[in-house]
């Protein structure tokens, strides 16, 4: 069974970072394509940020430029660091697979960008 765990939100001011972890068991997490998704208050959850097998990346066109996704593979591990948050960057942020079948999701570790 796949599980997923995010850590590393929480509050920061504008202009702030913050690293994210997403740690994985029960898949093949080194030939997998992940990603980072986040869901606002009253909005969709949409996908921020992935990374492929060989370590490709995209990301949208509202964080690129501010946050970098990677991965360690070894220790079926990936992060996110964000920098320059701003108050719209707020929200519940999500690991999960991308393409195909997504796994259960975690529960999510909140980022909440305030002064």
């Known amino acids: 069974q796949v599980q997923l765990v995010e850590s590393g939100g929480g509050l920061v001011q504008p202009g702030g970072s913050l690293r994210l972890s997403c740690a994985a068991s029960g898949i093949i997490f080194s030939i997998k394509t992940m990603g980072w998704y986040r869901q606002a208050p009253g909005k969709q959850r949409e996908l921020v940020a992935f990374i492929t097998r060989s370590g490709s990346t995209d990301y949208a066109a509202s964080v690129k430029g501010r946050f970098t996704i990677s991965r360690d593979n070894a220790k079926n591990t990936m992060y996110l660091q964000m920098n320059s948050l701003k108050p719209e960057d707020t929200a519940v942020y999500y690991c999960?697979?991308?393409?195909?079948?997504?796994?259960?999701w975690g529960q999510g570790t909140q980022v909440t960008v305030s002064s």
């Open positions: 999960n697979l991308v393409g195909g079948s997504l796994a259960s």
